[in-house]
Each structure stands twice: as C-alpha cells, then as structure tokens.
C-alpha cells in the first residue's frame, strides 16, 4: 500500500533526458481515458543560464544579508544551485557558494574522478585524505576569497557534525542559518519551473481520472495505486497514488490496516508525480456507489474551502490569512473549532520537494509573493465515518493565485472538470 509519505520519495523524470516546450500543455489538449499519450517526450531541462540566474540571485542575497559563503552538501538545495546530486555520508562533501567567483568544491581525494563527472567544468575542487580535515579546506577558502574571519551560511539540512566541525576548526568564521538564502531563492519559481509543475499536476489528475473508471467492489487499495502508477507511466512520469478507503479516510496521512473496497465507502487518494524534478500534489474523495448526503454536505463545505483560500491566497497577503480563509468555512459550517475535523494547515510549499517552504499556517506572517507555488488542502475528517479532502497545487499571480494542471473538482461524483 502506499502512503501519502510514500508518494513524496517517487523520482521524477530524470533531469538530462527531457526537454521544455513553452506551451506545456499543448500535447495535454483533448486527451481522453480512451488513449492515454506520453506528455513529457518534448519537455526540455534547464540550461545553464537557470542555474547560473539562481546563483546570481544567492549572491545578491548573501550581499544583501552580509554572508561572504554558503556551504551546501548533498541536498535538493545543492541540486538546485549546482545541479550535482551528492548522498550524504560521514566524509564532507559540498559546494561553498561565493560573492567573489565561482563555486568551490570540498572532496574527499578518493571520491574526486566520480566527483568530476557530475561538476560542471572550470569548477576548482579541493580535495582531503582520510586523516585530514574538510573544514581546514573550508577555512583556507573562505581566507582566499578575503573574508578568513567572514561570514559563512550553513545551508540548512547540513548534518550537525559538518557544523561543528567547521566551528572547531574554522574559528575564525562566525557561522549563519543559510535558509535565508535557500529559501529566498527556491521559495518563487520561474516560468518554466511553474510549466514543470503545471504538467505534473495535470498528468496526475488524468492518472487519476483513469483509475477511477476502474474501480471495482473487493478491490484493494494496492490495486487502485498499482493503477495510478500505471497510468502516469502511459503518460511518460513516474509517480503514484496512496488510496484510503472507507472509515479509515478519517486519517489524514492513511493507516495501516488494509480495507477491501465496498459499496458506500469514502475513496480518498493522494499522491503526485514529477517533472524535472518539480513536483504534483493531488487529492480527491470520491464514493463508490452513491454518496450519502453527510457525505455529499461535507464534500461541499471543503470545496467552498478550498475555493476560499485560492480567493485569499494574492501578493501582499500573509500566510496565515490564506489558512485562516479556509478555516472560517470550515468552522461556519459547524466542524470546528481550530483543528477539531479541520485537522492541519491548509497548505504547504512545493516545488522540487513535496514539502518545502513556505508553509500556509497560522502565525506564518511572510507575505506572498508572485511565482509561489502551494498545495491548497482543507480537509475535514470525521474518526469512525469518513473523511473528505480536496487538493490541487496553486500559484501566486501577479493579481491573484491558480490551480495548477487544470482539472479542478467539481462535485463529489465529479473529482475532475473537463479541462
């Protein structure tokens, strides 16, 4: 069975087999479940212009903040400033982002030819033997860049003992939270990282659309994933579903008691996919056989949620405002108060991590800005009967916000608009 966790794990298409067109969607067009086609055969990676306006914008940022380094190891942060994907181990390795030139890299000696097949070129990289310190090589980079008692960030998912090596044996460096650059900088998308995202979304509604027709009494909630799975494959992704059926759809991440699909049962499915790493997060309810009319009521009153987040949800406003849009309707029509059936924030942030920053929570004051990307989620769940949520990823405009992939829910017996 998979979970909604699970779905977070699956890998998107890989980053040097693709490539972007501008209209994303234009292969999208009239797709029927008929004849499931391949959506990403011309979506077209980022070039190294993308990368080289993402570590323009880190170095603006450091300036702005007074940071002369930022140190990444193996993360989505390094993946995204650098493109090298890099597992973490006990022996340092990472890149030291700098106002002054280039990146530099720190490398453990035996690890540097695998290490040259995934840096860009021209990139110095400083090597360390087994009985030496990476952190001295840190400290001899930020004094040859002039700032040997600067500033360095710490990029905010680097292991502790990375941090306190580099405190023990870099004193001199006064050492920062590097999220002020990480987050800055991944926390608005650009035009083309949104069309990644746009299709992924659309990709998995359309596996989801053709799972439904497929729904059988007995069958079981791997059934219904294995579906999904196939069906974003026809579509050329890799992605999946996490189906909760019945009472158990009352908890919001799943349980792990097994249920056979019957007549009646609430059908909550949540999952995604990716392109260019860039990710989709959908949920629909659904029942099999006809809804009740608490179930009809219910999924009404989280759609009229939904509806008022995204009305909420423009540049200015505050996080927590678009959270507290959703709730009001939650709470008026009688599931309240605060997180008694409307159980969790209304959304997070998304892009090449399921989860990120910034989050749509109460006392998130940050104000929204155009290219934020979020899941829009309200949910009410109701322990012992059913639960319902309804979820599509949006946008920040420039004088507003959008679902992202289209195909948004129109009634409990229709999770799917036509377009």
């Known amino acids: 069975m998979t979970s909604r966790r699970d779905f977070l794990k699956v890998g998107g298409v890989s980053l040097a087999s693709l490539g972007f ?18 959506l990403t055969a011309g979506v077209k990676p980022l070039g190294p212009e993308d990368y080289e306006a993402r570590l323009e914008k880190a170095r603006g940022l450091m300036a702005s903040n007074k940071m002369d380094g930022l140190f990444l190891t193996g993360s989505t942060n390094l993946i995204y400033f650098t493109t090298v994907g890099w597992g973490t181990s006990e022996r340092t390795f990472g890149a030291l982002i700098n106002r002054q030139g280039s990146t530099i890299w720190i490398c453990p000696a035996f690890e540097l030819e695998r ?12 090597v360390w033997e087994e009985h030496e310190s990476p952190y001295k090589l840190i400290a001899g980079i930020m004094k040859d860049i002039g700032a040997g008692t600067g500033r360095l960030g710490i990029g905010p998912s680097t292991s502790a003992f990375v941090y306190f090596g580099i405190r023990q044996d870099a004193p001199g460096l006064e050492l920062v939270d590097g999220a002020m650059i990480t987050e800055k900088c991944r ?38 994933s294995g579906l999904i799975s ?3 494959s026809q579509m050329g992704a890799s992605g999946s579903g996490g189906p909760q059926f019945g009472p158990v759809t009352a908890f ?11 007549e009646g049962d609430a059908i909550v499915v949540d999952g995604g996919c990716g392109i260019q790493g860039y990710r989709s997060d ?21 759609k009229k949620a939904q509806a008022a987040a995204l009305k909420a949800a423009r540049p200015g406003v505050k996080c927590e405002e678009v959270d507290a849009a959703a709730r009001k ?22 892009g090449l991590e399921g989860h990120e920053y ?62």
């Not at 940050?366 to 639960?387: A, D, H, V």
């Open 230 to 232: 196939a069906a974003h």
């Open 115 to 126: 290490a040259k097949e995934l840096i860009p070129p021209g990139q110095q990289i400083r």
């Open 329 to 350: 309707v939650v709470e008026d029509a009688g599931y309240g108060p605060g997180y008694k059936y409307f159980a969790h924030r209304v959304g997070h942030g998304i």
């Open 358 to 419: 910034p989050y749509l929570v109460k006392g998130n004051t940050l104000k929204l800005e155009p290219g934020m990307t979020f899941s829009n989620e309200p949910g009410i769940y109701i322990y012992g009967e059913f639960g319902v949520r309804t979820e599509d990823c949006m946008v920040v405009t420039k004088d507003g916000a959008r679902l992202l992939g289209g195909l948004e829910a129109v009634s409990i017996e229709q999770p799917f608009a036509d377009q």
């Open 21 to 38: 067109v501008k209209n994303v969607f234009s292969q999208a067009a009239g797709v029927t479940s008929a004849k499931l086609e391949n």
């Open 252 to 262: 919001p991440h799943g349980s792990r008691f097994p249920r056979a699909l019957q």
């Open 187 to 224: 926390g608005t998308k650009t035009e083309k990282e949104i069309a990644y995202m746009d299709l992924a979304n659309k990709i998995t509604k359309l596996a989801y659309r053709e799972a439904f027709k497929q729904l059988r009494e007995g069958m079981s909630q791997r059934d219904l």
């Open 282 to 302: 959908v949920t629909r309810t659904v029942v099999f056989g006809k809804p009740s009319d608490k179930q009809r009521a219910v999924w009404d009153i989280v």
